[in-house]
């Protein structure tokens, strides 16, 4: 299978963290999932609250995220 043929491959991404790895995985969870296709307004509302404390960390965090979505184009 294509999958069998990743396994065990790395991604080099440069200076990224655990913490910040898993604030990337977070958002893609929230953001990626199909019911958010086509949301509806409460959805989206709850959507836009969650973005706006998912931004609330300290700087050093903020710049490190900001990097990692730039390298990994997202």
């Known amino acids: 299978m294509i999958e069998d ?3 065990g491959s ?4 440069p200076n990224l963290t655990g ?3 898993a604030c990337i995985i977070e958002y893609f ?6 019911s958010n296709c086509c949301p509806t307004a409460p959805q989206e509302l709850e959507v836009k609250y ?10 050093d965090t903020l ?4 990097c990692a979505a730039h390298y990994l184009e997202i």
């Open 19 to 21: 913490p910040v790895l």
């Open 63 to 66: 710049l490190d995220l900001t």
């Open 10 to 13: 790395m991604i080099p991404v």
């Open 50 to 59: 969650w973005d706006a404390k998912f931004v609330v960390v300290d700087n």
């Open 5 to 7: 043929s990743y396994m």
């Open 29 to 34: 969870m929230k953001h990626g999932q199909p």
